[in-house]
């Protein structure tokens, strides 16, 4: 039950009303209107600062040094990412070309003659002979032109190639059930938040508890055993039925489908519990602040009070880690991805680094970096355009 409003309260109230033009004193019930008449977002600024909301100005207009910063900061960090990203996969020791050259040979039951000096000459070609700070230099020329060069595992065919091959099947999977956790694992955290709910969804809250601890791999797995093989409703493997061509009709799409559900189904439980648990915290929070305190008094719908004031605010946080939610689609949830066979970014990925292919592996993990880094920037510019009370000039 929420205390009634002490003296000190509608005096800290009304002095936060600014005053109009030429007025010297405050008419309380015009700061009360003014109060509960506008925006809750400007409301809550205007209760929390003691100067009001036009205090010093908002600075909401973009600067330009601060874009400047910000860009020079992503800069920097996909500079560090990247030079870590070249030193990572060398520190194995393993020689990429010799191992891909012995696979060969394994899979053909013999030992190939002449396999070092093909490894010599395929070392030229990759240049992988040049001296490590000569190697990082061109690495830092290709990546400054996304050119990511050829695959050594995969030789002729190139980085970007195989990337755009894959990009496709982890945008769709990861970008739908990424919209679809954060849509239903916000309103169920709302719901459950919400004083006025009803009481039978308080049983909600175990099960999501539970599934914001599973991975997905690990619930892939379980979805797998029951769904594939003990009851044979879903495929088991793959993002398509084995000997059919892809294309734009709706056989291959419904195909599509079908063999995406499994693991589209194991991210989106996994990845509900994260979104629901972190509206409710958000939604709890809020109860006590004094916007809804006033919105209350103003005698609003339940309705207004939960979409326009409740829910509106909580989804701020929530916004940010959507952003960087949507910056990670590119890296795909690769144990997934490994577990479904599923052809994406992910499955690329691993077995990139299982054969220690350089370059396939420096392509996506800088692509990684780049999307996460860019989201990031786009948050940064954007977040005080969504929140009044964050301004440019401090942040």
């Not at 719901?191 to 709910?197: D, F, G, H, K, N």
């Amino acid at each position: 039950m929420r205390r009634p409003l002490s003296g000190n309260d509608h005096a800290r109230y009304f002095s936060a009303a600014p005053l109009a033009k030429g007025q010297t004193t405050v008419d309380k019930r015009d700061s009360v209107r003014c109060l509960l008449d506008c925006d809750p977002l400007r409301l809550r600024m205007v209760l929390q600062s003691p100067q009001g909301a036009d205090a010093g100005g908002l600075k909401r207009q973009m600067r330009i040094d601060y874009v400047l910063k910000r860009v020079g900061m992503l800069l920097i960090l996909v500079w560090v990412a990247a030079t870590l990203n070249f030193i990572a996969p060398r520190l194995t020791g393993k020689d990429p070309v010799r191992q891909r050259l012995l696979k060969q040979a394994q899979v053909g039951g013999y030992v190939q003659k002449g396999m070092d000096e093909m490894a010599i000459e395929y070392d030229k070609k990759f240049g992988l002979d040049k001296p490590i700070l000569s190697q990082y230099m061109t690495y830092v020329e290709q990546m400054s032109t996304l050119n990511f060069g050829p695959s050594i595992a995969n030789y002729p065919r190139s980085v970007s190639e195989i990337m755009s091959d894959a990009l496709p099947w982890t945008i769709i999977l990861l970008g739908t059930t990424t919209a679809i956790a954060f849509l239903l694992g916000s309103f169920l955290g709302a719901v459950l938040a919400w004083p006025r709910s009803p009481q039978f969804l308080q049983y909600l809250l175990p099960p999501l508890l539970t599934l914001s601890a599973i991975p997905y791999y690990l619930l892939g797995l379980v979805l797998l055993y029951i769904l594939a093989f003990r009851l044979p409703v879903f495929p088991s493997f793959g993002g398509y039925t084995p000997g059919s061509l892809p294309g734009v009709n709706l056989a291959f799409f419904v195909d599509a489908v079908k063999h995406a559900f499994l693991p589209a189904l194991s991210i989106i439980l996994a990845s509900l519990g994260f979104w629901a648990l972190g509206m409710r915290a958000m939604m709890v929070t809020l109860q006590g602040e004094d916007s809804m305190l006033f919105a209350e008094a103003k005698g609003l719908k339940n309705r207004t009070l939960f979409l326009r004031y409740a829910v509106r605010n909580a989804l701020l946080p929530q916004t940010t880690a959507l952003a960087l939610a949507l910056g990670e689609i590119l890296s795909g949830a690769v144990l997934v991805e490994v577990v479904f066979g599923y052809p994406g970014i992910g499955s690329v990925l691993y077995n990139a680094i299982k054969d220690f292919d350089y370059y396939l592996i420096q392509g996506i993990v800088f692509t990684i970096v780049l999307s996460i880094g860019l989201m990031t920037l786009l948050v940064d510019l954007m977040y005080p355009l969504l929140d009044p009370r964050i301004r440019y000039g401090k942040a």
